[in-house]
C-alpha cells in the first residue's frame, strides 16, 4: 500500500495562517502530481491545489493568492501554506498523489491520505 500522511490541521481564527504537510514515499513523490484537496460536511471534495514534479502549480479562484502549494524534494513533502484564512475555508484537507496513464497498458494511479481537519472560526 502507498501512504500519505498529512499533518498540520487545527483551529485558526478568521485572517490567520496554517501550514499543511504530506509525506510521501520518496518513489511516489518522485513522478506523481501532488495535491490537495478538501471536504467539507455535506458538501463534495474539491480541488485546492496542485504541483506537478516539474513544480508547475495551480489554483482554484477560492483560494488563488492566498494559498501556496510547495515541495520539498529532500523530504519528499509537499506542503500547502494557507494565509488570510476564512471560515468557508473549514474543511478535512486530504494529501493527494496522482499518475495519469501513459499508454494502454498503464492504468494509472491514486492515492490518498486520512486527511487533516482545518477550522477556521473565532
Known amino acids: 500500500q502507498v501512504q500519505l500522511v498529512e499533518s498540520g490541521g487545527g483551529l485558526v481564527q478568521p485572517g490567520g495562517s496554517l501550514r499543511l504537510s504530506c509525506a510521501a514515499p520518496?518513489?511516489?513523490?518522485?513522478?506523481?502530481?501532488m495535491g490537495w484537496y478538501r471536504q467539507a460536511p455535506g458538501k463534495p471534495r474539491e480541488l485546492v491545489a496542485t504541483i506537478t514534479n516539474g513544480g508547475s502549480t495551480n489554483y482554484p479562484s477560492s483560494v488563488k493568492g492566498r494559498f501556496t502549494i510547495s515541495r520539498d524534494n529532500a523530504k519528499n513533502t509537499v506542503y500547502l501554506q494557507m494565509n488570510s484564512l476564512k471560515t468557508e475555508d473549514t474543511a478535512v484537507y486530504y494529501c493527494n498523489a496522482n499518475r495519469v496513464a501513459k499508454g494502454v497498458f498503464d492504468a494509472g494511479a491514486s492515492y490518498w491520505g486520512q486527511g487533516t481537519q482545518v477550522t477556521v472560526s473565532s
Open positions: 520518496r518513489t511516489i513523490f518522485s513522478i506523481y502530481t
